[in-house]
Every structure is written in structure tokens, then in C-alpha cells.
T-cell receptor, first 112, second 113 residues
Framework: GENVEQHPSTLSVQEGDSAVIKCTYSDSASNYFPWYKQELGKRPQLIIDIRSNVGEKKDQRIAVTLNKTAKHFSLHITETQPEDSAVYFCAATDTGRRALTFGSGTRLQVQP | DAGVIQSPRHEVTEMGQEVTLRCKPISGHNSLFWYRQTMMRGLELLIYFNNNVPIDDSGMPEDRFSAKMPNASFSTLKIQPSEPRDSAVYFC???????????FGEGSRLTVL
């Protein structure tokens, strides 16, 4: 099955700085890589995703990059704000065949 | 649509009792997933259904856990008998098969004393 590793487990940045979270996956058949944000006591919610036919995707202050050869993908948040503080999960799957496998999560703290 | 609806939101029970968690997926979604979240193990897949049929239940911890999906709009996760190590937040999620994107319910926080 798929195995997703995520680093770092915690990340503290100053407001306005950038934050980068990295994930690796094991199954070369995986073709869908979403990122979820979970605020304290809330449900995980999709913030951005990327499919294997593209290398980068951007949505305002967040971007995701994918390197299929190396089997890793990353989340980039620029101009961080206190409301970005949350736990972020990466995930991977081969859509239609398997459920999402999640990374262990990164707790991001943005210091005002 | 109201999104994925789970009940109860909170459940406190004593060891040995039966626990039933319920989920109503988003209308039109044909895949349903049960995940368990703990600090130690993160988000773990327990089981998922496509078109009401269980596809992968390899994440179900043991025979104490069972899940059913009698129709497209309802699923249950049952724990019998419950144990303190079952304490966790149980999330139900649904998706339209093939798209990948999961929509999570608000979760059921289970505490087994």
C-alpha cells in the first residue's frame, strides 16, 4: 500500500515569512496529491491539490509542487498570517483504486 | 447541501459498552470513508465503500469494529465492546469516485472510560 511521510512535524514562523512543508510517497501509481488544513477542533478541509500531470499549482498565497521522479511534493505558503496557524496534512492516492493515505501532519504556528 | 453529517458529535461511554456512530454522506457522492484520528497515529483509514459496497476494510482494528452502508445515504460504524484505546475522533468523509477530493464531516469524538 501507499506510505506518506511528512516533515516537519512542527513549524513556527514569523508573520509575513514563508512556510514550506514536504511530503514523500512510496507508490508510483499515486496520481492525486491534496493538502488539507485542520484548525483546532474542526474537520480537515481541502486547501489545494495537484494531479500527476502537472508539476506546480498556485492559488493566491499557497502553492504546491510535485516531483514524480523523486516521489515528493511540497506545500508553500507565502506571506503567512496568524490565521494560517493550523495542522496541515498531505495525502496521496491512485484515484478510483484506493482511499487517501495521509501524512502525519505539520503543526504550523504563525507568530504575530 | 448540508455537507457530510455525523452523529453523535460527542460520546462518552464506559468500557464494554456498544458504540454506534452514524454518517450521512453528501447526496450524489458514491464513495464513503471512515477515518480515525488520534494524536499518536494521525488520520487512519478504517474502511471505505464504493456504491455501498465495502472495498477496503484492512484498517479496521479488529473484530470489535464493524461498518455497514445499507443505502447510499447512510452508514454506521459500530464498536462492540468498546475499550479505552478506542478513544479518538472518528471522521466520516464522502467523495465522488474518481475525483479524489474528500469532504469530511465534523467528526464524532468518542471517549471510552
Amino acid at each position: 500500500g501507499e506510505n506518506v511521510e511528512q516533515h516537519p512535524s512542527t513549524l513556527s514562523v514569523q508573520e509575513g515569512d514563508s512556510a514550506v512543508i514536504k511530503c514523500t510517497y512510496s507508490d508510483s501509481a499515486s496520481n492525486y496529491f491534496p493538502w488539507y488544513k485542520q484548525e483546532l477542533g474542526k474537520r480537515p478541509q481541502l486547501i489545494i491539490d495537484i494531479r500527476s500531470n502537472v508539476g506546480e499549482k498556485k492559488d493566491q498565497r499557497i502553492a504546491v509542487t510535485l516531483n514524480k521522479t523523486a516521489k515528493h511534493f511540497s506545500l508553500h505558503i507565502t506571506e503567512t498570517q496568524p490565521e494560517d496557524s493550523a495542522v496541515y496534512f498531505c495525502a496521496a492516492t491512485d484515484t478510483g483504486r484506493r482511499a487517501l493515505t495521509f501524512g502525519s501532519g505539520t503543526r504550523l504556528q504563525v507568530q504575530p | 447541501d448540508a455537507g457530510v453529517i455525523q452523529s453523535p458529535r460527542h460520546e462518552v461511554t464506559e468500557m464494554g459498552q456498544e458504540v454506534t456512530l452514524r454518517c450521512k454522506p453528501i447526496s450524489g457522492h458514491n464513495s464513503l470513508f471512515w477515518y480515525r484520528q488520534t494524536m499518536m497515529r494521525g488520520l487512519e483509514l478504517l474502511i471505505y465503500f464504493n456504491n455501498n459496497v465495502p472495498i477496503d476494510d484492512s484498517g479496521m482494528p479488529e473484530d470489535r469494529f464493524s461498518a455497514k452502508m445499507p443505502n447510499a445515504s447512510f452508514s454506521t460504524l459500530k464498536i462492540q465492546p468498546s475499550e479505552p484505546r478506542d478513544s479518538a475522533v472518528y471522521f466520516c468523509a464522502s467523495s465522488f469516485r474518481g475525483t479524489g477530493e474528500l469532504f469530511f464531516g465534523e467528526g464524532s469524538r468518542l471517549t471510552v472510560l
